[in-house]
């Protein structure tokens, strides 16, 4: 059965005879049967072309914090796009949400705005590379930290086999159209593997610039850090004069408004923001502090964007911070969240079927499998293939979480409890489908 209505299934032939395969990001292709072609967004729901709701755990891939076309947030934007959005200056509104970035997260001593994740990330490493004059960067198998050549290794889509052992891991190209010479840059470990870190370290620390970690990790089922894992990471890039950079693309203003530094009270070099920070808008930026600070300052090291710091992504980052500062959003969010994960874990003892729900409440998964994992590798006993086939028949139903589980169900404020109840009813119903028809 398909995913698509007659209209759907319309628009997605005319969106397939214009983008290729129907989508400008590849991760939205679920085959021509399936790819689903929204119509508009409405608070935690979507509407596809049919005008057939769905309850909304994707939000974009994490951005929607407050909900789809939050009224303050699209005032702002409808604002600032009525008076122009780039003016190859700074602007008033880039001051003024800077300064409300800069107070939410409280440790950085500047940023800088960009446009995506993926230059935030790839500004950040060059900065530490143009700071420390190393080249050599670790990051943990199962994270994703944009599509840049850089960092483009072992992540959630690597065959499980193909890492090599835990102790000399080998990093994964994701992609074709990477050099070959790339890979000499890059370390991948174990997410979670403190021993490892330090084996690496001791090996060839005085050469690596960064340690670039998603504090959470945000792109395999949303585990979280074991205790003293990020403040190990803290300890030994000090040590060794490597800066640690936090990609909070994901848990930044999610997880907290100050997202995971504030959170886990560690500290990063420098940090990447971007997804919630702008409510769906394509608003990023890098924060740092200290040398890191210097090195921009100085000159030297290239940071630069046409559309870094625009009117509109400016606007839609003052506003939603605005609005996440009060409090009331992420308390509704790990409110509902909460709920969810204890209501999700239940069904699933009460069925008898193995697994577990991971993760923080504003960003979780379901794993289906024995134990509980607590790196990338640890992932392979999930039975996806159970787990596509159970959030296939949720998301005929009606309410649709990523059919992939490593992607987390995302929760916005707008989410609401009556909500909980529905997603709980109709995972109830299609676990046991799913279960019934093996
Ligand atoms: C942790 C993390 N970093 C970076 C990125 C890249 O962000 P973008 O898609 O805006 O380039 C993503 C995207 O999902 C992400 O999850």
């Given at each position: ?148 050549d ?48 330090h ?17 959470t ?6 585990l ?22 936090f ?17 886990f009270?560690?500290?990063?070099d ?59 959003p ?23 079927v ?34 596509e ?32 109840a ?17």
């Amino acid at each position: 059965m398909s995913l698509q209505g007659k209209h759907t299934k319309e628009w997605f032939e005319r969106a397939n005879a214009v983008l290729v395969n129907g989508v400008s990001s590849q991760f939205r292709y679920w085959g021509d049967d399936d790819t689903i072609v929204i119509d508009h967004g409405e608070g935690g729901y979507l509407v596809d072309m049919d005008g057939k709701r769905y309850l909304d755990y994707q939000l974009g891939f994490g951005p929607i914090i407050l909900g789809h076309g939050d009224p303050a947030v699209s005032e702002a934007v409808a604002e600032a796009a009525r008076e122009g959005a780039s003016f190859a200056m700074t602007q008033r509104r880039e001051v003024d949400a800077a300064e409300k970035v800069l107070t939410a997260l409280a440790w950085p001593e500047r940023i800088r705005f960009t446009n995506t994740g993926t230059e935030a990330t790839m500004h950040a490493i060059r900065l530490a590379r143009g700071v420390t004059g190393r080249d050599i960067v670790l990051k943990f198998e199962g994270q994703y930290h944009g599509v840049h050549d850089y960092v483009m290794y072992s992540t959630a889509s690597a065959a499980y086999g193909s890492l090599g052992s835990r102790m000399r891991p080998i990093p994964v190209q994701s992609s074709s159209g990477i050099p070959d010479e790339i890979r000499t840059f890059i370390r991948t470990l174990p997410y979670n593997d403190l021993d490892a870190v330090h084996a690496l370290f001791r090996g060839e620390g005085h050469r690596i610039a960064a340690v670039i970690v998603e504090p959470t990790l945000g792109n395999t089922f949303g585990l979280l850090p074991v205790a003293g894992f990020l403040e190990g990471l803290r300890e030994v890039t000090g040590e060794y004069g490597a800066a640690l950079i936090f990609d909070e693309v994901k848990t930044g203003f999610r997880i907290a408004v100050g997202g995971a530094a504030e959170h886990f009270g560690v500290t990063p070099d420098i940090g990447t923001y971007a997804k919630a920070m702008g409510n769906g808008f394509p608003v990023a930026a890098i924060a740092t502090t200290g040398r890191f600070v210097e090195g921009w300052r100085q000159g030297g090291i290239a940071q630069a964007g046409t559309y870094s710091g625009n009117g509109v992504a400016a606007a839609a980052a003052g506003a939603t911070v605005d609005r996440l500062k009060t409090g009331e959003p992420l308390a509704q969010v790990e409110k509902v969240g909460r709920d969810l994960m204890e209501g999700l874990e239940k069904i699933l003892a009460d069925r008898g079927v193995a697994g577990k729900v991971v993760g923080h409440p504003s960003m979780f998964s379901i794993y289906l499998g024995e134990g509980e994992p607590t790196d990338f590798r640890d992932t392979a006993k999930h039975d996806e293939d159970l787990y596509e086939r159970l959030t296939m028949r949720m998301i005929e139903k009606g309410v649709m979480p990523c059919p992939d589980a490593k992607e987390p169900w995302f929760v916005c404020a707008a989410h609401t409890d009556d909500d909980v109840a529905t997603t709980l009813q109709v995972f109830e119903e299609s676990l046991g489908e799913t279960v019934d028809d093996q």
